[in-house]
Nanobody, 116 residues
Framework: QVHLVESGGGLVQAGGSLKLSCAASGSSGSIKAMGWYRQGPGKRRDLVAAIAEDGVTQYADSVKGRSAISRDNAKNAVYLEMNSLKLEDTRVYYC??????????WGQGIQVTVSS
């Protein structure tokens, strides 16, 4: 089992920046890909960004160019830096890890609120 804990969320002004962190523990050595998803009230959970074992990244169009995902394999951690934050970035953000058996693991979620 992989246990994921997110940190770094909170209240940010529009146009500002934040950095989300996610630390993996447990069977973290089995992780293939890691990423970030976000979900609004009554909405589906959508991919924000993902990074594979080899460092290949993927971004949602809505955050491309103003976000950067990175990974520290030694620390079993993944990070998401977001700049030029918009009101519509307000969501609950979830850390995700996919293990060698292609099973998804999720963090508990962390709120990001962008204010005007």
């Amino acid at each position: 089992q992989v246990h994921l804990v997110e940190s770094g969320g909170g209240l940010v002004q529009a146009g500002g920046s934040l950095k989300l962190s996610c630390a993996a523990s447990g069977s973290s050595g089995s992780i293939k890909a890691m990423g970030w998803y976000r979900q609004g009230p009554g909405k589906r959970r959508d991919l924000v960004a993902a990074i594979a074992e080899d460092g290949v990244t993927q971004y949602a169009d809505s955050v491309k160019g103003r976000s950067a995902i990175s990974r520290d394999n030694a620390k079993n951690a993944v990070y998401l830096e977001m700049n030029s934050l918009k009101l519509e970035d307000t969501r609950v953000y979830y850390c995700n890890a996919v293990d060698q058996q292609w099973v998804d693991h999720w963090g508990q979620g962390i709120q990001v609120t962008v204010s005007s």
